[in-house]
């Protein structure tokens, strides 16, 4: 394990504006926090890389880079690390933040996808990717009009419900 872990993770204000690393394991297990995950179930997979991108959003510098892919934002290194993490099941321990900063933000993604289903991360971290990555300059209107047209399984009226949600955790601004 990392020296910076016990069997919670501890943080440097020091080095509080650079990514962290965390190691595969040390990944998985602060990911346990919103549920038992299987990397080598596709569904699995797919919430993971949408609740990483939102606590990125949120201001936890886990320092993955995402592009657009079919299912919204995407990143090679954290399917690599989901991966290398993986062990037997149920021998991936939960794991917290000790700064209390990183802490909150844990908890604040855990009430802001806690119950939201698959599809739902899905819609929540492609409208936060094209808002924050992609195409910044777009209002409010315009964005929700492009995610439907790219991804036309959902509406505007639930591209708008997840634009509110979005906003009430100040993923969005306009």
């Known amino acids: 394990m990392c020296p910076v872990f ?16 965390l190691s595969p394991q040390e990944l998985l297990g602060i990911l346990t926090n919103f549920g038992e995950s299987d990397v080598r179930n596709f569904q699995d997979r797919l919430r993971l890389q949408k609740i990483v991108c939102l606590l990125q959003g949120l201001g936890v510098p886990l320092g993955y880079k995402f592009s657009w892919y079919f299912h919204g934002p995407y990143s090679r290194d954290l399917a690599r690390d989901m991966f290398r993490g993986q062990g037997p099941k149920h021998q991936t ?7 209390p900063q ?20 899905e819609l929540l971290a492609s409208l936060y990717y094209l808002s924050a990555k992609e195409l910044p300059e777009l209002g409010r209107e315009q964005l929700l ?17 997840a634009w509110q949600v979005l906003q009430s955790y ?3 601004s306009r």
């Open 6 to 21: 016990e069997l919670i993770f501890l943080w440097s204000p020091v080095v509080a504006e650079q990514s962290m690393r």
């Open 102 to 121: 990183y802490e909150t933000i844990l908890r604040r993604a855990m009430s802001m996808v806690g119950r939201v289903d698959t599809r739902g991360l």
């Open 170 to 172: 100040d993923l969005v």
């Open 93 to 99: 321990r939960t794991l917290r933040f000790t700064d």
């Open 145 to 161: 009009e492009e995610l439907v047209k790219r991804k036309p399984k959902f509406t505007l009226e639930e591209a708008s419900g």
